[in-house]
């Protein structure tokens, strides 16, 4: 996930590319929670990951989800199927 992080020019993923390390340690948390799941059998790797650096940032109250989906020409509710899919998976892990 780091190399595709890296691949974003600075400020695009909100903080997860600039100095606020703790986003991207959150999303690759998120990660490998997601091997818990069967989204890696249904879904692109790229996809997985702006799902997981999506909820990293909602949890700190950003959505940068309109503009990365728009500039690089992924549906915006694949990305949001992995956030709402992780969101159940934690409900029944809690």
């Known amino acids: 996930m780091r190399r595709y992080v890296e691949s ?4 695009k993923l909100g ?3 600039g100095g606020e390390k703790h986003l991207l340690e959150l999303a690759e948390l998120i990660l490998t929670d997601t091997y818990h799941t069967d989204l890696c059998l249904r879904l692109p790797p790229h996809i997985i990951a702006l799902g997981c650096i999506y909820m990293a940032n909602a949890l700190e109250g950003r959505n ?3 503009a990365v989906c728009h500039e ?3 549906d915006e509710n694949e990305v949001l199927a992995v956030a709402s899919e992780m969101v159940n998976y934690y409900r029944v892990v809690s």
Do not use: D, K, T, W
């Open 8 to 11: 974003f020019p600075a400020g």
């Open 15 to 17: 903080g997860i590319h």
């Open 64 to 66: 940068v989800l309109p």
């Open 72 to 74: 690089i020409h992924v």
